[in-house]
């Protein structure tokens, strides 16, 4: 996932006629050419060819990179940077030996140069901002080691070596602070999306109006029927039907006011054993005959700070998905984990965080849709059994409470789902 975003930030600058690349091909050209009329540099027209080959090599790689296997393309996209960066610190190195006052201030010059495309346009993220930093810095050291007087080396290049060590941490430490400041920021408009979601949701209602009305046409069409043949052998039928569709509209209306409205919700002291063995009950009521339970109760001693209604709403929910995956029958774990490894969205805890743990031995989760399910109305389900807001609702008092969910599935194998949430 890492690699994927360093490609998406990389992509996001790195396009083949951006502006800058533009403006910088012509300032260093014009640049160039000055130098050559003036100082008739040999190398310079050479220099100039290389580099623009170059970077245009770079964009390419980068463009293709899309299509290759992740850990292939991060290296391709590396050695590219890397070479790149190589190809213009050779010439600050040979501008400084020219010898001449204005050659040291072009040297100077183009240093700064490169540390601003660095730290403008390639730190986004840490991987790709050191492959451009490593030849800069490097052309430090070599302008430095210039300096150099036998035997000892003399003041004027330790004086410079120090300066280039001292340059080179702060290099790196802002390379870190970037990549820390746009994870943040990634974070934070990642966040927002998800609440112009749920905001959506609102705005959104007037579609669920035709499931609604659909419901009612059910409940309304059986108990005319049984109101017009009130002695119809198929009475039993006609009030079945009729009470399916009215759970079915209360699972709506449930799910529904629990992922779009920010309700006041009471949070207790609770034991993870007496919530797992309350769901466990009501699991046992729900389950065909075909579903073995396995529950396992977690050692005493771990306490919890939630809403106890909801928490046992949003496993329960997960129960009913469970058992939905499996219409031919299976197992169906519930557990608490102590020691599985909480995401990295999970916000820290002094106390650490355990996972409530529901296993089954179903159908899976396709692989198009493992990314998506945590989005509202995406259902794995079939048509008009589900709603697909279950797993969007779990997910919501989840994140509230200060953790999240993860699920992994393999089609016909089954699906794991684990709830974490804080100790206290």
């Known amino acids: 996932m890492r690699i994927k975003e360093i490609f998406d930030d990389v ?4 396009r083949m006629l951006s502006r800058e690349l533009l403006v910088r091909f012509a300032l260093i050209s014009i640049c160039c050419l000055v130098a050559w009329l003036f100082l008739r540099l040999p190398f310079l027209p050479l220099w100039v060819v290389c580099y623009i080959a170059m970077a245009i090599l770079e964009k390419h790689l980068v463009m293709r990179s899309a299509r290759m296997p992740p850990q292939r393309a991060l290296w391709v996209t590396w050695i590219a940077g890397f070479t ?5 610190a050779v010439l600050p190195i040979l501008v400084w030996q020219i010898g001449t006052d204005a050659a040291m201030f072009a040297t100077g010059l183009l240093l700064c140069g490169a540390a601003l495309n660095i730290f403008l346009l390639r730190a986004r993220n840490l991987a790709i901002g050191v492959a451009y930093m490593l030849p800069i810095c490097a052309a430090f050291y070599a302008i430095a080691a210039g300096f150099y007087v036998p035997p000892l080396g003399g003041p004027d290049f330790w004086i410079g070596l120090v300066l280039c060590l001292c340059l080179t941490i702060y290099f790196w430490l ?4 970037a990549d820390r400041a746009q994870t943040e920021l990634k974070t934070i408009r990642a966040q927002f999306e998800q609440a112009q979601k749920i905001e959506g949701i609102g705005q959104m209602t007037s579609g669920i109006s035709h499931d609604f009305n659909n419901i009612l046409n059910v409940v309304q069409g059986n108990l005319e029927l049984l109101r017009d043949y009130p002695d119809t052998p198929d009475r039993a039928d006609f009030v079945n039907e009729a009470l ?4 079915r509209g209360a699972e709506l209306v449930q799910a529904l006011t629990s992922y779009g409205r920010a309700a006041a919700s009471h949070e207790t002291l609770l034991d993870p054993a007496d919530v797992l063995r309350a769901v466990a009950d009501m699991a046992a ?3 065909p005959a075909n579903i073995h339970l ?3 109760y977690p050692a005493p001693g771990q306490t919890l700070m939630v809403n106890e209604t909801t928490l046992q709403s949003a496993l329960l929910n997960l129960v009913i998905n469970a058992r939905d995956a499996m219409p031919s029958g299976g197992d169906l774990t519930l557990r608490v984990n102590s020691t599985a490894a909480a995401p990295d969205t999970v916000k820290a805890s002094a106390a650490g965080h355990i996972a409530f743990e529901v296993r089954d031995t179903g159908t899976g989760i396709p692989p198009d849709l493992i990314d998506r399910v945590r989005d509202p109305f995406v259902s794995t389900k079939p048509k008009g059994a589900g709603s697909g807001l279950g797993l969007p609702m779990v997910s919501g008092f989840a994140v509230k409470a200060g953790g999240d969910i993860t699920i992994d599935s393999t089609p016909g194998s089954g699906t794991t789902v684990r ?5 206290t």
Do not use: H, I, K, Y
């Not at 802002?174 to 602070?177: D, S």
């Not at 399916?244 to 759970?247: E, K, S």
């Open 11 to 14: 992509r996001s600058t790195e």
């Open 84 to 88: 790149l960066a190589g190809v213009f």
């Open 174 to 177: 802002c390379l870190v602070e």
């Open 244 to 247: 399916t569709a009215t759970r």
């Open 285 to 287: 009521r729900v389950l």
């Open 294 to 296: 396995d529950v396992q």
């Open 419 to 423: 709830l974490f949430l804080p100790l």
